[in-house]
């Protein structure tokens, strides 16, 4: 089993709030990334894919596949994009990086398995001090 | 002379358009950046000073204030907020990242000299990619 | 279940050396390290806490509880210092990176626990070369 | 048990390639990496051991012992060669990073525990987008 | 006047050498970089433009304007070729990185005046150790 | 006239600080720097050359020379030294990063000169928010 990466970059804005909050609320327990005018990031993400060596080519999967699935099921739906007001699969959630994660894997993790490799790890660097791995369901 | 350089980080969201264009000639002109529901960045901005090395401290100027001034001045004022709508010295000008650069050179210039250095260089980056630099109206 | 990883960092002096060593011996089992004068480095460590993600916040913890956490247990303790004079959770210990790597997991693991989050990993980098990862005593 | 790391450096040549493909076929399959005057990159190597940390030393293993170990076998083999034509431990396979990343496994698992620790993982980096982790048989 | 700099990147094989030395004298005078089995780099190239700020759009000249002459003009060249032996205008001169810098240079001069600005500076990085600058030959 | 830039790395203490002053003066002037246990510092130094490109050969200087003689005329007298107490061309000087960058330069100019370039720069950085860079007297 050899696990490999693919490192993809998207530039969004965002904010963290609650509806049911007011505004005070939500700079209570958000803080500066409350401000209801947005901020954003440049965001940089991993995806990392598990699987055997395919012996006829030396890959567990082409990694210009998984680009291009990355860039089409993720990257050009974040990419430039409010998360909160544009991002299908972010819709009814809170925009933190946990939660970005969360949905780019549930987005991958099924046409990963399609390039016939596993998904094994969705790491979303929010800034070069915050970042947010997960591994799906197993853990 | 020596040349100081202090690094500074800032997260806002932005837009690049023009008013009097329509949405599809803002696209043509800005692309993706005129988004008009917003995109961010992690802002990177290095700020550099010249001058004699003081030889009671053996510094051009004490960084420390020189990194209170650049936060007090700048990062409060962009950190988390919307270059567009929130940022005094950028209020009517289009929020690209050469006069995202000449206006901190602008708040800078003067309170830098107050603190016996003079300001030489202003560098911001918007991503790993791209990157300006402004001298001030000398070159 | 998922994985929140905050960084910051601290420059520190230290030396590697047995008091029940020669000179000679200091410098045959540490090299250059044992050197009496002291050297240092700018260390960059990395926390890692793993939780549920909170469905009123989105959050695993607040980054900034977790990095207020790290800076008055951690950074304050060590930044500028002399680790082997002067970080009282060091004291009798080899000043290696292994030790200080283990020796934050035993100051961070019982008030991480407090925030809400489990300490997964506590990474130190001395130097871009050299890191150390900690994952308490369950490996 | 502590993981420790070392990173090391290599600039090699490769070729993606079958020797029983067409051009064309080799093309269709490994894309601009097929090209027949080869192609090159600065591999970054991260290999990490795991063991107690020995109480007479605060380490793992010593690292300029690992640094060495790595440098002799490995880097020397590596490091500004065509990795096709004049690597020992990849003769016969495709040189995909996947099966650099195994070969090196390979070549350290042994000396590694001569060191006193237990190779952990190998890393392997071809690009700042690109990157393998292999973990041995284990997974 | 703003300076603007635009990064890519290329992945090549070259080789130092002289045809008119033995393979001993281009061992002495290039060391391992002589192989005449090729090796290679991840190069990285940051293209530096000047000119005043277009007050109808907020910049020197367009990014995306610049990425796309380098990528056309540059990269496409250069990207997974051998610079020796594919390179057009690299014929007829030794693969170093300052005469690559040069190339790069003639090549962009033009084209980047007919964008409207004005080629400043031309910077490829060999590795994280080894950097070339060319100013054109106003120095 | 090109310009070469050698990266070199070292980690040394340092503390700054004036004998001639209490604990309290230097802590007001020095702040945390003027730990009397000493806190250290990877450095590292950029060394920029600058000379018409060597038809014989394509380099300005060859690289190798560049970085045996800064090895051996800097990085052994500063990596893993107390700069304040080892160092010879520090003594009697304040051990800022100012001070170490114009030492530095006087212990390059000439030896850069015999190997047939002009020292262009001299930059120092202290952590990845400090740096300072000494172009000479000339300016």
Redesign the interface.
Known sequence: ?????????F????R?F?ADFSDEENLN?????S?P??????YTLYV?V?GL?NP?????IN??DL?QLIESQIIEKL????IN??VDFMQG???????I??GIWDELEAPVGLLGGKLHCVRVCE?????????GKI?
């Open positions: 089993m050899v696990f490999i990466t693919r490192r993809e970059r530039n969004a804005a965002h963290l609650r327990t958000f803080g500066k990334c401000n005018n947005w901020h954003g990031h440049n990392t598990k060596v006829e080519t030396g890959f567990v990694l210009k680009s990419d430039h994009r409010n007001l544009e959630k809170l925009a933190s990086t946990e939660n994660a969360i800034t070069e001090n915050n970042s947010v791995e997960y591994f853990f």
